[in-house]
């Protein structure tokens, strides 16, 4: 169902456009990482991976579960909530890498939380935390880094300004852009792996963005 409503929802508030990298795969079994910039942006790369015949289990912030209607959805279809700071964050690793072993591909943001700045530019990831490295290091799972460009048009800043980007957004329609590479396999090392992950999504994530300047020199 999340993955039916980011692909309805997403191309009503931007234009959303997909590419990847000639070595792009999505094999069962594989983890997901992106980098994260906005409230909008898991919507945004779900829709992206759907148009690409992938509906991955999402490891998002566990306070969506409380959400009424939402939180029931997202337990049913199996996506994993993740506690920050406590002793049980431990159990969304173990329900991710269950995931990962019955074939099902895991989108995880390693960033750990949203950038703080309030503009809607956009920025490199920030720093990886060491979830990501722990879960490959634990699985075997290959890494598909993923870069997204253009949510933080959609919404991000002030609680003011993102309500006011998402009813806006329909009528701004902001270009959105998904980028996948080629997939990274297992290394040796968390830091290693770590500092390996962030680069390849960064990597991506500036061929999403270099997609963004392109569009918006075709409609200067």
Known sequence: MLSRIAHILVPAVGRLSVTTDPGARLEPGSIIA???TSLADPA??????????VEPVVMAA?????VPLLGRA?????????IRGDRRAAASLDAA?????RGRLVLIYAEGGLPRRKDAAEA??????????RLAERTGAPIVPVGQAGARRVTSGST????????????RRPELHV???APLKPADGRAFQTDRARTAVTTAWRTAASRLDEAAALTA
């Open 34 to 36: 992106a980098n994260h």
């Open 44 to 53: 945004v790369v779900v829709a992206a991976l759907r148009r690409l015949g």
């Open 62 to 66: 566990a306070g969506l579960w409380r």
């Open 74 to 82: 997202l337990a049913r279809e199996g996506h994993v909530p993740v």
């Open 97 to 101: 890498a269950e995931a990962l072993g």
């Open 124 to 133: 490199a990831p920030e720093a990886f935390r060491s979830g990501l490295a």
């Open 160 to 171: 003011v300004k993102q309500l006011a980007g998402l009813v806006t957004a329909p009528l």
């Open 179 to 181: 980028h996948v590479g």
